[in-house]
């Protein structure tokens, strides 16, 4: 008879790859569902899919303005209020693009029997300059802030983790990466 625990374990071995993927998964899960109750706050019209990718959400300049910024030295610190830290914390972003606006990307992963698909949400930002500013820091963090009468008061901790920036169109890498995953999945059936 097998003992419990790490020793003499019989039940089926998990490589450290598959318990990222299900970690992320399960992260993923938990942080739509939330994304998708605090979304159900608002009205229909706060949110809207881009007109160039369906997996694209626009948060409307009211929504938008939930979110502050501000950069030191390389790094973007995108402050969430309390509302929104509970998706924001557990939201496995992959990495932040800045174009039209800011946005936050989470690529797709596998889940049970299928796959949870690849999701932007874009955060207006009025300014051509404040785009520019925001495009040429490096990473983007979460930090939780405290808000009232309009103005951040208080800075409080890191929300999630940092990712990376990129200056470029997030609909044209989420095509590029459909591109290579439909080129690598053609070439895996030759193998």
């Not at 409307?60 to 509302?83: E, H, K, N």
């Not at 557990?90 to 989470?106: N, Q």
């Not at 008061?153 to 989420?174: F, K, M, Y």
């Not at 590029?176 to 995953?181: E, T, V």
Request: aromatic residues 8%.
């Amino acid at each position: 008879m097998a003992k419990g625990g790490a020793q003499g374990d019989d039940g089926p071995q998990i490589s450290p790859e598959e318990r990222a993927r299900i970690a992320k998964a399960a992260k993923q899960v938990a942080a739509l569902a939330n994304f998708m109750r605090w979304g159900a706050n608002f009205q229909k019209d706060e949110f809207i899919r881009h007109p160039r990718h369906d997996r694209v959400i626009l948060l409307s300049p009211m929504q938008s303005g939930r979110f502050s910024f501000a950069i030191a030295d390389d790094t973007i610190y995108l402050g969430v209020q309390p509302f929104e830290a509970v998706w924001m914390s557990t939201l496995p972003l992959d990495k932040a693009y800045v174009s039209d606006r800011l946005y936050l990307s989470i690529e797709g992963v596998a889940c049970m029997d299928s796959k949870l698909p690849p999701l932007g949400i874009g955060i207006f930002v009025d300014d051509q300059k404040k785009r520019t500013e925001l495009a040429a820091a490096k990473w983007l963090q979460p930090v939780r802030v405290q808000v009232g009468d309009g103005r951040v008061v208080s800075v409080d901790r890191d929300v999630g983790q940092r990712v990376p920036v990129s200056g470029t169109d997030i609909i044209g890498a989420l095509a590029a990466a459909a591109k290579a995953r439909l080129k690598q999945q053609d070439l895996s059936r030759f193998f």
